[in-house]
């Protein structure tokens, strides 16, 4: 027997490395649905204790001292039974995630994956784990919270990331460049990809770089940083995009010219091109990826393929430049700054009002 499998590892190395992977996925992957589908199933029974104690309080006397002592004497019953994990402050944390998730239906928030999942008594699905809600229940913003639930949902977000979205300010950089009605829906329905300027975002946020806002450094470092930290700045990108190369080179002539980075976006159907600048970003920048873009639409991209789009990413602009540089009607290129530092909620706050200012008075 040993010198049978001797010979087969001889002959066949590659595919005794396939199935031994194969069968180590297999594995791995029903460890995972073993988890998940405990952690979602807690979720679940969180919210059922959450219930039991508002309407307990609901039922019986309405003083705020009955309402301590019910939450202590089930802290008591449950640690127990049960062990760690009920202990007063958590009972209170499930009470309050019944008080704020009671109020949402189903039909008011739409989880992309929750076909298969089960639902409360008012409809309500959920398809996070508890430490994802413990994050999400923080905000007031009932909006603001369907979209963080359904893009994390969507995209898989870990707590940390989905933490990161959520400091970066992800929802009111994307909302900025919406109409109520469109903002309504970013609240319900989640990011939408339609359109290539529903990618862009004015700000990006590049903070897990590590380059100090004031330090200075070269484009190529920049590109280089970028390199290295290529799956937080896909994230950052947003959903659909999938890595094509950097210093991608094309030659008119005897002109040689490099795109700093390429990306394709799945959704949009569209080769993505960004050129990184340093400092303020000039005309003569918008130009050249203008001839970026007209490349890659009559050399590269396929007859079904959308046409493609360019982002400049710049530390500074001025909007009014970019504007009378680029045609009306423009759908194609756009100017975006980028922060190398996470900014504080009042940086944040004034980056948007900024921005909002700007979108008022004129169209890219």
Known sequence: MDEHVSDLQAHNPIKRESYLDAASSVIRNARSAVA????????YAYFEIGRIIVEEEQGGEKRAEYG????????????????????????????RFYVVYSKEIIGETVIPQSANLPTTKNKRAFSLSWSHYLKLMRMEDAGKRRFYEIEADRSDWSVRELQRQIDSGLYERIALSKDPEGTNRL???????????????????LEFLGLKEESSYSESELEEKIIDNLQDFMLELGRGFTFVGRQQRFTYEEDHFMVDL????????????????????????????????????RCVKLEEENPTIGILLCQDKNDAVVEMTLPEGNEQIFASRYKTVLPSKEELQKLLSEANEVQGHMTF
């Not at 939408?192 to 004015?202: F, G, R, Y």
């Not at 390429?262 to 000039?282: H, M, P, Q, S, T």
Request: glycine share 6%; with cysteine; net charge positive.
């Open 68 to 95: 301590k002592q019910i939450i202590k004497r089930l802290s008591m019953q449950l640690t127990k039974e049960f062990g760690k994990g009920y202990s007063i402050d958590n009972l209170k944390l499930m009470r």
């Open 187 to 205: 609240a319900k329905d989640g990011q939408s990809l339609e359109k290539p300027a529903d990618i862009i975002k004015d700000p990006y946020i």
């Open 36 to 43: 998940r589908s405990v952690n979602l199933t807690m979720v």
């Open 262 to 297: 390429v990306f394709y976006n799945r959704l949009l159907r569209c080769f993505v091109l960004l050129d990184l600048k340093i400092g303020k970003l000039a005309h003569q920048d918008i130009g050249q990826m203008q001839m970026y873009v007209h490349y890659y639409d």
